[in-house]
């Protein structure tokens, strides 16, 4: 028998035939129910005793009894096979359900959420089922993302809030009758141009923050970091406008990483995020959420698909 630390070459097929041989209590009897000549049964077991280094089986007119060995290896073998059969029935299932999905799925985002579906979820969808196709629906803001979802007859919404909406986000989509689910959390950095002399920190203190003025394309009078940045804050009619003008001025943003991350490919080596390196209640965590009708409303299309994006959380991909 090879020593500790050797790796055994037993295949599942031997399993299945000595497995067999024991349960039909004969070779010809085994040979018979698998479909296989009873040679190369015989051949198989004997090629599983060889890899174990010792017998598994006697042979006697009654037909085969185990050997003590036999029965710990059978008892495992067993196991083993049936565990196998399981997953062969699993996988046979997926595939049939792989070409029988097929259909629109539509999804609304929040602005940022359509290039990580775009880039990540479309391709992904395409590979695992072919035939379902995803109708993206991006909402221009932010904060009216949820109330619009509510309104439009999309099956699924992926948004964002500030870490302290996301209890009354929640709640009110349980009273809407709705699933709120939790798709990751990251913290707003600030943009600067890679030819700023803060560029190369590791991280922003409260001093180096206030020397900086900021540009933003929201639609809030008052941003609620603008306190910690030196003047009134500049607008722009976009993200992109905003990583643009970033890009090129001693302006800073502050953006989630995720939130950019087309901008950040196409302005590679011109801007960097940095983090905040100090607390402030102004600078708040995004929650990334799901939202959809609870499951048992949805067609089995839907749930695959939505089951598909939840392994792919937003801040990761």
Not at 49 to 77: D, M, P, Q
Not at 117 to 138: H, K, M, R
Not at 141 to 164: E, H, N, P, Q, Y
Not at 262 to 291: C, W
């Amino acid at each position: 028998m090879p020593e500790g630390g050797t790796t055994l070459m037993i295949r599942y097929i031997q399993l299945l035939y000595f497995a067999e041989v024991v349960d039909r209590g004969s070779f010809s009897a085994a040979a018979r129910s698998l479909y296989v000549s009873q040679s190369a049964l015989s051949q198989s077991v004997a090629g599983l005793e060889a890899e174990l280094g010792t017998a598994l089986i006697r042979r006697s007119k009654n037909g085969v009894r185990l050997t003590y060995f036999g029965h710990r290896v059978y008892e495992e073998a067993k196991d083993l096979v049936g565990a196998f059969q399981n997953f062969e029935t699993t996988l046979r299932s997926l595939l049939s359900e792989r070409s029988a999905l097929s259909g629109r799925v539509s999804i609304q985002c929040t602005p940022g959420g359509e290039d990580y579906l775009s880039e990540t979820v479309v391709p992904e969808l395409s590979a695992a089922y072919p035939g379902v196709e995803l109708f993206i629906s991006p909402s221009p803001d932010m904060r009216l993302g949820f109330d619009s979802f509510i309104r439009s007859v999309c099956t699924l919404g992926m948004g964002a809030c500030l870490r302290d909406a996301w209890d009354a986000v929640q709640a009110k989509a349980a009273a809407a009758g709705l699933v709120c689910e939790f798709f990751g959390s990251e913290t707003p950095q600030v943009l600067l141009s890679a030819r700023n002399p803060l560029a190369g920190e590791a991280a922003l203190d409260r001093n180096q923050m206030g020397q900086l003025k900021l540009v933003c394309y929201s639609s809030n009078p008052q941003p609620r970091y603008l306190s910690l940045f030196r003047g009134t804050a500049i607008r722009a009619p976009n993200k992109e406008s905003v990583v643009r003008l970033v890009a090129g001025s001693e302006y800073a943003g502050v953006f989630t990483p995720s939130s950019i991350r087309r901008e950040l490919s196409e302005f590679r080596g011109k801007v960097r995020l940095l983090p905040i390196g100090f607390p402030d209640d102004s600078v708040q965590p995004v929650v990334h959420y799901l939202i959809h009708a609870p499951d048992a409303a949805l067609s089995r299309t839907e749930l695959c698909t939505f089951d598909l994006l939840r392994r792919y959380p937003y801040t990761e991909s």
